[in-house]
């Protein structure tokens, strides 16, 4: 499970892999077992959420990679890449975004992801959506993101200017989001109590192992958690994994 939201699933790197490789389907490890937070959104619309006949589209903030997931669901979008959109605002778009003129009628929700082209067109359009009663919903909140051995704004930099607008919070389906655990078991069928959330951050892979009921947590240190002063000293309702170790290559043993 990944919060990556920008990539289709077939590019997403082996976790276990020495090298940075771009991920082939095999028997050990098949494109299936990759669930990162565009897909879970997918998999959420269409088995979950169930948008009403007359408002099936969503209108995304986003890359190609959310984009693939709900095409692998049938589920009709608009913006995300659409290369209209990666101007500034004219001052036409206003009245036009304003009376609807510019909008599409059959929007349901819209899908806040990772977008590298966010602009203030993109942004209006969503909150003329938001506005006129369209569901709201995020591949993820993460806040940042890690790259270049440093941080850079993550998923949740593109819905929090839509939060101040609204003032209403997006339903999250990456980790560690109820949903997304629904969308994994709206996919799959797995017994919680046998499996293990290995991963970096606290906040998401470590609360949505503790708090989707599964049978065990790990967090690696090599991401945001660098040692256990990460987890010590937080009181009652701090988040500890079950299992730490320093990197995920341990575990080839």
Known sequence: MTNSASLRKSYVPHPLSPQSTVLNPTPSNPQDEIFGSAYSAAIYISRILHLPPTHPTVFVLGESGVETELDSEHIPHIGGTDPALNRAIAPSDYPAIASGAALDPTVGAV???????????????????????????????????????????????????????????????????????????????????????????????????????????????????????????????????????????????
């Open 111 to 253: 899908l806040a992801g990772l977008d590298f082209h966010i602009n203030y067109l993109k942004l209006s359009l969503a909150f003329a959506y938001l506005q006129r009663g369209a569901r709201f919903l995020a591949t993820n909140t993460d806040t940042t993101l890690p790259s270049a051995n440093s941080f850079f704004p993550g998923a949740g930099s593109i819905s929090a200017p839509l939060v101040a607008m609204t003032g209403r919070k997006p339903t999250a389906l990456g980790k560690p989001s109820v949903e997304m655990m629904q969308a994994i078991e709206g996919k799959f069928r797995f017994e919680r109590k046998r499996a293990c959330m290995v991963g970096d951050r606290l906040d998401t892979d470590i609360r949505f192992g503790v708090e989707g009921g599964l049978g065990g947590t790990l967090c690696v240190l090599t991401g945001v958690v660098k040692g256990a002063e990460g987890w010590e000293g937080q009181g009652e309702g701090g988040v500890r994994p079950g299992y730490w170790v320093d990197r995920l290559a341990d575990l080839r043993g």
